[in-house]
């Protein structure tokens, strides 16, 4: 089993910042897993935001790519989401997710809710003046 717990989430105002975390424990869990997240707002599809391997490769939705940074920490079990030049179209509860199977993220890596067997609670971020 792997659980994640998401945290970091609040309330900023359009232009701000947020640094969301998700720690992952468990048996299964190990730093071969590919970390992402993901979003969702109300009466929306949940959405891809960004992937990080083990070694720290990185992919992104386009339209994020600008102002998001996925990072992680193998030595925390941590994965982080660094959000800047917030708007409010961001608003939405955010998702740390886990593919035990591993693999490689290249720059072109782009994943589908149904590729990550294991997700957290999620962490609730709006962006509002």
């Known amino acids: 089993q792997v659980q994640l717990v998401e945290s970091g989430g609040g309330s900023v105002q359009p232009g701000g910042s947020l640094r969301l975390s998700c720690e992952a424990s468990?048996?299964?869990?190990?730093?071969?897993?590919?970390m992402a997240w993901f979003r969702q707002a109300p009466n929306k599809e949940r959405e891809w935001v960004a992937a990080?391997?083990?070694?720290?490769?990185?992919s992104y939705a386009d339209s994020l790519k600008a102002r998001f940074s996925i990072s992680r920490d193998n030595a925390k079990n941590t994965l982080y989401l660094q959000m800047d030049d917030l708007k409010p179209e961001d608003s939405a509860i955010y998702y740390c997710?886990?593919?035990?199977?591993?693999?490689?993220?290249?720059?072109?890596?782009?994943?589908?809710?149904?590729?990550?067997?294991?997700w957290g609670q999620g962490t609730q971020v709006t962006v509002s003046s």
């Open positions: 997710a886990a593919d035990l199977r591993g693999g490689h993220v290249w720059i072109g890596y782009r994943p589908s809710p149904g590729d990550f067997g294991y």
């Open positions: 468990g048996d299964a869990y190990s730093v071969h897993c590919i």
């Open positions: 990080i391997d083990k070694d720290s490769a990185t």
